[in-house]
């Protein structure tokens, strides 16, 4: 399926110690990671079985001044980026790094929602390439928003990337969780953050073959459990857990051996 505006288009790993992170990420994702080539600071690519999943590179000084703690992020396609950030500003948003060019590459911005959950805004050159299917191992197949405001936090996407309101999941106490997408697809969910929930903030799910097996591989390689298995629907599970870096992860999938 083309990419077009609204559709996440790329992941981007901010960390303390890119070779630890690349180590890690290796030893629980089977992910490899090689320099883009790309002048300016070093910009690694992660990899799965030859296709890209993300990027990984240091906080950047600025975004270091600001105390910004090791993080993933997501970048959503954007017809035209400087538009766009005009609109995240007019709907209540922030802009953290105005509109710029990487050469060769496409244009981005660095925003948030008026909540603060930040993400990403981008245009690349040329043709862009097919995203992999959601439930391809190896790559990002859900993206939560912990909101200060779901309901909030939809009509501003919604207004700025025409996400449509899908399903909404009775969560009891924790209240409803709120499906979004786009073309017929979910693309993730939105919840009102608890207390005890980190947030405001997007959380990225990586799609792996065996839940338990990867809780056991993110253990054994310096990273912390902070959601233990939980079931999901469509006979998934879910963990939650900090690399060694801090940078909150997330993975989905089976249990084959239940």
């Keep these: 399926m083309a990419v ?3 559709d996440f288009v790329w992941y981007e790993l901010m960390t303390t110690d890119v070779k630890g992170a690349a180590a890690f990420y290796a030893a ?10 790309m002048p300016g600071p070093a910009y690694m690519l992660f990899s799965n079985k030859g296709a890209l999943v993300a990027g990984l590179m240091d906080i950047p000084p600025d975004a270091a001044a600001r105390n910004t703690p090791p993080n993933w992020s997501g970048f959503v396609a954007a017809d035209d980026v400087d538009a766009s950030a005009a609109e995240v500003t007019r ?40 995203m992999p299917g ?3 191992p190896g790559h990002i197949a859900w993206r939560e928003l912990h909101a200060g405001d779901a309901a909030g936090a939809l009509a501003f996407y919604s207004k700025l990337f025409g996400w449509e309101k899908r399903e909404g999941l ?7 969780y709120q499906l979004y997408g786009k073309k017929g697809a979910d693309y ?26 990867t809780a056991r591989r993110v253990a054994a390689n310096g990273g912390t459990i902070t ?32």
């Design 134 to 136: 959601l439930g391809t």
């Design 28 to 37: 629980v994702l089977g992910w490899e990671a090689a320099d883009s080539g």
């Design 91 to 130: 709907l209540g948003g922030k802009i953290y790094r105005a509109p710029d060019d990487i050469p060769g590459i496409g244009r981005f911005a660095i925003a948030a929602d008026p909540d603060g959950a930040v993400f990403g805004l981008f245009k690349g050159q040329g043709e862009a390439p097919e």
């Design 227 to 258: 959601l233990e298995p939980m079931e999901v629907p469509g006979e998934m599970w879910v963990i939650q857990a900090r690399d060694p870096q801090g940078a909150l992860t997330a993975m989905v999938g089976p249990r084959p051996r239940s």
């Design 188 to 213: 993730g969910g939105m919840m009102t953050r608890t207390e005890d929930m980190c947030g405001p903030m997007w959380v990225y799910y990586v799609q792996v073959e065996d839940i338990d097996e």
């Design 170 to 176: 009775d969560m009891g106490p924790m209240g409803v």
């Design 4 to 6: 077009t505006h609204g």
